[in-house]
Each structure stands twice: as structure tokens, then as C-alpha cells.
């Protein structure tokens, strides 16, 4: 096959085009056709790194389920070891995904998102994680309106003092960051490059979220999934986790609020 070459003057220092060795370009096109064809997507982490983080999800949602089973029948430790060991989690966690991400020779913000440049980017952002934050609420509203009630299945959840209130307001902040860099950050882009398509790459992270949720019982599981649709919609739009992140803190931050008004 015969190449084409496309020559193109530019301009030298005395403002006239020219076509010496330092002011013409030349490209080839077939060259060209071959980079526009690959695609854009790629692996931000390796296939097995991504099959070690799905099967400790699995472990621990096997883990929390187990733990539900025995709070909800008065056997379980107090409300603040369980924050306190939730923490620990998450943080190691979000550190593995985060390992696995370097390793690959990836940046960090493929999965956490661009850096702010401005304060006007930072206040859009927050903007944005508000505005999902309203729109998952009427979601979940929604969806829940002929279920159980949800204190009913996560009453060993809540908090009941002042301190279980300050570690749940910490654990909220943390997995918030946590939990939306791993699956909208770095599961929702996995899957995405290995099935081959974007809309495939959510709803199968949307599931795995709501998965990891069934120990709140799986009506709750599967109104959390639908949410998490939402949330991946957003963050592959905006490019970013971070209004995700906000708006996922502030809303678990506020449900033992929000519920306690539901009920009266």
C-alpha cells in the first residue's frame, strides 16, 4: 500500500511559511486513520487487579450480611466498633484500588478526577453534587414508597448518641470518597473497557454496588443500585467523582435525620 504524505508549512521566525527542518510538519496518513480507530478507553488497572478487588467486596458484603443477621437479633458488637471497623475498611480498600491503579502506571486522577484549577470549578462541582444529591433523595422516595420502611432493616445501623453520631458523620464522609472512587471511579472505567461499552460499564457497577448493599435487605439492595445508576451517569459526564462524593457523604451523613422525620 502507497502512503500518502501531507506536507504542512508553517510559519519561521520571519512571519513567511517555509520548508526547512524545523518549520514543515509531515504527517502520515495512514498513521492517522490507525490512531482515530483505536480506542480511546483503556485499562486503568490490570484484569486481575479488578478480580481481587470484586471478590473482597463479595467477602465483605458476605461478611456484613452474616453480621446484619446477628445485630438485627441482638447479638452483634456495639454500633461504634462497628463504625470504627468500617473506617479501617473502607481506608484499606480505597488503599488497594489505589495500589492497583499506580501499578498500571496510571494517575491517581482516573479515578478521583480532575484537580479543582479554580474555585469556580470547585463551587460547580459542589453545585452538581447537590443538585444529585436532591435528585437521588426523590429516586429513593420514590422507589421506596410502597416497600418496608427502611429503619425497619437498618435499625442496628443508626446511631443513638452524640459520639455514634460523630462516627457516623465520619463514616459517611469516608465512604463517600471511598465508595465512589472505587465504583464509579475505578469499576465503572474497568468495566466499561472490558465489555466494550459505557452504558454496560455502569449498570454492571450500579449492580455490584447495590450487591455489596443486600445485607439492608433487597428491596433496599436494589433501590441503591438503581441510585447508583444515577451516580455513574454523573461522573462519567462531568469526568469526575468528586460531585458523586459529596453528594453520596451528605446523604448517608443526614438519613438517621431524614428517617426520623419519615416516621413521624
Partial sequence: MKHRWVVS???GADGFAGLGKHSTKIMDTAQLSRASSEP????IASWWHTLIVLVIAALNAFRAAIYANHARAGLG????????????FECAFLALVTLGVWLRGSSLQTIFGRRWRSMGQMLR?????????????IVVSVLSGHSRPADGTIAFLLPQTPMEMMLWVLVSIIAGIGEEAIYR??????????????????LISAAAFGAVHVYQGWSRAT???????LFGVVAHWR????????????????????LKLLRH
Fill in 77 to 88: 458488637t456495639s454500633r461504634s466498633h462497628l463504625y470504627l471497623r468500617t473506617i479501617v
Fill in 239 to 258: 469526568r469526575t467523582v468528586r460531585p458523586g462524593m459529596f453528594a453520596h457523604g451528605l446523604q448517608d451523613a443526614i438519613a438517621p435525620l431524614l
Fill in 223 to 229: 433501590v441503591i443500585a438503581i441510585s447508583a445508576i
Fill in 125 to 137: 462541582d459542589l453545585g452538581i453534587g447537590v443538585g444529585l444529591w436532591f435528585l437521588a433523595i
Fill in 185 to 202: 471511579g475505578y469499576l465503572q472505567k474497568q468495566f466499561a473497557v472490558l465489555t466494550g461499552s459505557l452504558a454496560i460499564g455502569i
Fill in 40 to 43: 480511546q478507553l483503556e485499562l
Fill in 9 to 11: 508549512p508553517s510559519k
